[in-house]
């Protein structure tokens, strides 16, 4: 039977959009992450949670343990706060794990289950922001204690932050990441951060 040309046309329409259609790979280990075309993305992230977790603790081992080495702190790690006009998304989650990941490798420290943390403000009815408050701090502490069964010796906020600026096609956009940190027992504080430009390009 003789096709109408019309149906010939369409069938390999269908025939390139199949072909053209998402593609997919593993990217090996020594690749490096891709950069994103409107948001942040991971290279940037990655960038950020490195730098700013490093220059902290090296900040507190210097400054509140006078520049010995900490023996198996723990630390507890409260999660992120998100000031960008970018919505986090799934990167909330994977950025909380990063962190906490991150302070945990570090010479020295280790970091309380955010399952604990959570579970700590969840009994003393307190927010993270109700953590900056001397008394409502020692109660959160004194419950994560007993959870964790171990003291804990700090506190860690991150807070990340942004601005842009346009040029006819290129906007610049700064992201930064900052670590807050509460000693538990002097209430000291000390912060770092990390900072990062982008270019976007239309």
């Known amino acids: 039977m003789k096709r109408h040309p019309l149906h010939a046309f369409f069938l390999a329409c269908l025939t390139f959009a199949a072909c053209a ?5 593993i990217m090996d280990d020594n690749e490096d992450d891709l950069v994103g075309g409107d948001r942040a993305g991971s290279a940037t992230y ?9 220059e902290l603790l090296e900040k507190y081992t210097d400054q509140v343990l006078a520049g010995s080495q900490p023996g198996g702190l723990n630390v507890a790690f ?19 794990e990063i ?4 302070i945990n490798d570090f010479r020295g420290f ?9 579970a700590a403000l969840n009994e003393t ?9 001397p008394a409502k701090r020692r109660e959160f502490f004194r419950v994560l204690e007993i959870q964790a069964g171990n003291p804990v010796k700090a506190i860690v906020w991150a807070r990340l932050t942004g601005g842009s600026q346009q040029q006819g096609q290129t906007r610049q956009q700064r992201y930064r990441l900052t670590l807050d940190m509460v000693d538990s027992e002097t209430g000291k504080n000390l912060k770092a951060d990390a900072e990062v430009r982008k270019e976007y390009n239309r």
Do not use: C
């Not at 990655?46 to 490093?54: E, H, S």
């Not at 962190?99 to 991150?102: A, F, K, P, Y």
């Not at 280790?110 to 959570?118: A, F, G, L, P």
């Not at 009815?125 to 408050?133: A, K, R, V, Y």
């Open 21 to 25: 259609g998402p593609q997919a790979r």
């Open 110 to 118: 280790s970091t309380v289950s955010q399952r604990y943390v959570r």
């Open 125 to 133: 009815g307190l927010t993270t922001e109700d953590l900056f408050i």
């Open 99 to 102: 962190i906490d990941t991150s």
């Open 46 to 54: 990655d960038r950020l949670v490195k730098g700013a977790v490093q």
């Open 78 to 96: 409260a999660g992120i706060e998100n000031a960008t006009r970018e919505e986090l998304g799934e990167w909330r989650d994977e950025l909380n």
